[in-house]
């Protein structure tokens, strides 16, 4: 799971990736964070093929949920039971101001199984 300023893919689907960070500076708290893109790739088994719908998470140092949001990802059936990919990048906006700095982790959760995650550090 990758943090960045901006994220697409090209014609051919490899991916772009602009401005890559995993901490962000306020000039003051709280602090509005401005629109940032969030990118990441999750493989799946092959009897795994289809559509499922993911939670992304965002959770304060004191474990209480930020920012939570559907995500829909789709794998596709590959030949040979092969397993699938799916690569996601989506613009995240965070509504709240964040009251104080600290280190911030984003979840991406099946039901209650933690996928991936990653750190945001915001000072």
Do not use: W
């Amino acid at each position: 799971m990758v943090l960045c300023e901006h994220a697409a893919r090209l014609a051919n689907g490899a991916p772009v990736l602009v401005g890559v960070f995993r901490g962000i500076r306020a000039d003051r708290f709280p602090a509005e964070i401005a629109p940032f893109f969030l990118a990441f790739e999750v493989e799946a088994p092959p009897h795994e093929a289809g559509e499922h719908s993911l939670v992304l998470r965002l959770i304060d140092e004191d474990g209480q949920v930020f920012f939570e949001e559907g995500v829909l990802v789709s794998f596709e059936k590959r030949p040979d039971y092969l397993p699938s990919y799916c690569y996601f990048a989506e613009q995240v906006v965070l509504r709240r101001p964040i009251q104080i700095p600290g280190s911030y982790r984003f979840d991406l959760l099946a039901g209650e199984q933690v996928l991936i995650q990653t750190r945001l550090d915001i000072s």
